[in-house]
């Protein structure tokens, strides 16, 4: 295997990864994952911003490079993107254009397993839950209180109020409660409303979850 | 050793005042020592409500500047024996007084009266901060409207933040009628959202509208159906165990003449 398909490079503002203009990508992977390995715990628990100059890569190759970033470099990826091509001296080019397309896969990944907060109690009108984890409330969700989570949001009653799951941009978040009754309803960047008909009762037995199926909320009975 | 109750609900217009009015004077009654404290400053109206407009002459910001002693500023209600008023200041607004103030001059009052009322202004700002500094209990005064509601649940947030600890709630101006056609809140969707204990339901009644210009507070008239209900919240706040008003039977002859013949 020919070396040095990629070379990192370290710079006051973060990484730089420089990828030889006729490298083939399966190669560059290989061999960045390879130098990140190498380089053992020195990433771990960083908060850097990612760049790469060189060879032009198409979006799911950017994010195949992420994810492989996120997982085995151990570090905080605040942004990636392409380097910018003129370079201006003393600004901040890490704004780049890259850093929104790539949101979504910097997102919270603790929906299976991670840090969860819990609240006893109604949470009322005007107070505002926010978490970097999941959310379990034992309680309501009153009108005009919000939950903000990046990862799941359990409320072991009634919502009524806006609730945001995968705030952060994780689609697979759900949203649990024992009756959805919500002013609305965001997972990710997807929101919806409550329909403007008055609401129909019924008698739910079980609790509902919503989630996301092909880009719209779902409100579906637990089975 | 007395207590301090504040009276508040979020919104204006919802009958804080009159609901202050008409406990106080239901607890001097019940031979209860009573002091209600107008924290509306700028915009007062207990004294009006209670008909005591023309003896003000020292208030609530004369007392917390020490212009006058505490005993001086309180107006007693010759009606009613045990029956105190400290009045608000007109021509100041909320931040003559700060909330370690109020704290102060409640703990002081507490030395020596049963009760002590306070009629906390609408909003949630520095009014609403002073009024509920030094107060032990609080009563949320709703009605059932979703705006009055939604408000009074901030309300009740806040009070829990504030460490005021298992707020009543009293809902007035219900209309059972309405309630009865669907048109209104019942007394149980009010309560499935804001999940606290029920003092009391005040009917909509328009001899409140009556009293109040005159400043005559209903609880005393014994043949108004509002003040009947106040009568039952002040004996609740007492500690007695007394049955919600039957609303639905008591709304004037025909219903009365229907229920005799089981219609």
């Known amino acids: 295997m020919e070396l040095n398909s990629v070379t990192l490079k370290g710079t006051p503002n973060g990484l730089v990864i420089i990828i030889r203009e006729d490298s083939n990508f399966a190669e560059v992977l290989s061999e960045l994952e390879e130098k990140i390995l190498s380089a053992g715990q020195f990433f771990r628990g960083a908060s850097m911003n990612v760049l790469y100059r060189g060879k032009f890569i198409n979006k799911n190759q950017e994010n195949q490079i992420l994810s492989m970033l996120i997982e085995k470099s151990g570090a905080q990826i605040k942004s990636f993107g392409r380097e910018p091509e003129k370079m201006d001296v003393g600004t901040d080019n890490m704004k780049t254009t890259g850093y929104k397309t790539h949101m979504n896969s910097l997102f919270f990944k603790g929906i299976e397993e991670g840090p969860c907060k819990f609240i006893r109690g109604t949470v009322r009108s005007g107070s505002l839950i926010k978490s970097d984890g999941n959310v379990v409330i034992i309680g309501d969700v009153n009108p005009g209180a919000e939950i903000k989570a990046l990862g799941n949001i359990i409320v072991m009653g009634v919502v009524r109020g806006i609730v945001h799951a995968g705030a952060d941009g994780n689609k697979a978040a759900v949203i649990v409660a024992m009756k959805l009754k919500p002013v609305q309803l965001r997972i990710a960047d997807i929101i919806t409303r409550a329909p403007d008909e008055p609401d129909i009762e019924y008698e739910e037995k079980s609790a509902e979850m919503a989630y996301v199926k092909d880009g719209y909320i779902i409100i579906d009975k637990i089975h | ?263």
């Open chain 2, 1 to 263: 050793m007395g207590e301090v109750l504040v009276v508040t609900s979020g919104k204006g217009g919802v009958g804080k005042t009159t609901t202050t009015a008409n406990i106080g004077t239901g607890l001097s009654l019940l031979g209860k020592k009573v002091v209600l404290i107008d924290t509306d400053i700028g915009l007062r109206n207990l004294d009006v409500v209670l008909g005591l407009e023309n003896r003000i002459v020292y208030d609530l910001v004369d007392v917390i500047e020490g212009a006058c002693r505490t005993k001086q500023a309180l107006i007693k209600d010759k009606r009613f024996d045990g029956l105190y008023l400290l009045p608000a200041a007109q021509t100041r607004d909320k931040s003559a007084v700060n909330p370690e103030q109020m704290l102060n001059l409640c703990e002081e009052l507490k030395e020596e009266y049963d009760y002590i009322l306070i009629d906390c202004p609408a909003g949630i700002e520095q009014g609403f901060k002073n009024a509920i500094a030094g107060a032990d209990k609080a009563i949320v005064v709703t009605t059932p409207e979703v705006s009055a509601v939604r408000d009074a649940d901030r309300i009740i947030g806040l009070l829990e933040a504030n460490e005021v600890r298992a707020p009543k709630l009293i809902v007035n101006r219900v209309r059972p009628d309405m309630v009865k056609r669907g048109d209104m809140m019942s007394i149980n969707d009010i309560i499935d959202i804001l999940a606290i204990d029920l003092v009391g339901v005040v009917p909509d009644d328009e001899n409140i509208i009556v009293s109040t210009n005159r400043g005559e507070p209903a609880v005393a008239d014994n043949k108004s159906l509002a003040g009947q209900a106040y009568r039952n919240i002040t004996k609740r706040i007492m500690g007695e165990d007394i049955p919600l008003l039957d609303l639905e039977s008591s709304q004037g002859f025909i219903s009365k003449v229907k229920r005799i013949f089981k219609l």
